[in-house]
C-alpha cells in the first residue's frame, strides 16, 4: 500500500516539474520574441506573395503588436484578478 502512494507522489511530483517549467516558457522573454519573430516572418512572406509594395516594413506591424501586448497583458491579468476578488 505505501509502496502505491509513494509511486502516486513521485508521479504527483514530476508532473508538478513539467508544468512549473511549462510556466516559466509560457512567460518567458525568449518564447515572446520567438513568436514575434515567427510572426514577422510568416507576415513578410505573404506581403510578398501578394506583391507589397513594402512587405518587410509593413510586416513588423503585426509582429510589434504582439510582442507590446505581452508587456500589457500581465498588467491586465492582475488587474481582473483583483476585481475578481
Avoid: C
Avoid at 23 to 44: D, F, G, N, Q
Avoid at 64 to 75: A, I, P, Q
Amino acid at each position: 500500500m505505501s509502496i502505491d502512494l509513494e509511486k502516486r507522489v513521485t508521479a504527483i511530483e514530476e508532473r508538478n516539474r513539467r508544468v512549473e517549467a511549462d510556466k516559466v516558457w509560457e512567460t518567458s522573454l525568449v518564447r515572446r520574441l520567438a513568436i514575434s519573430l515567427l510572426t514577422y516572418l510568416v507576415v513578410a512572406g505573404y506581403l510578398l506573395a501578394i506583391d507589397n509594395d513594402k512587405p518587410f516594413v509593413t510586416a513588423v506591424v503585426p509582429a510589434v503588436g504582439y510582442f507590446l501586448s505581452t508587456l500589457v497583458l500581465r498588467e491586465i491579468h492582475q488587474l481582473w484578478q483583483n476585481r475578481k476578488r
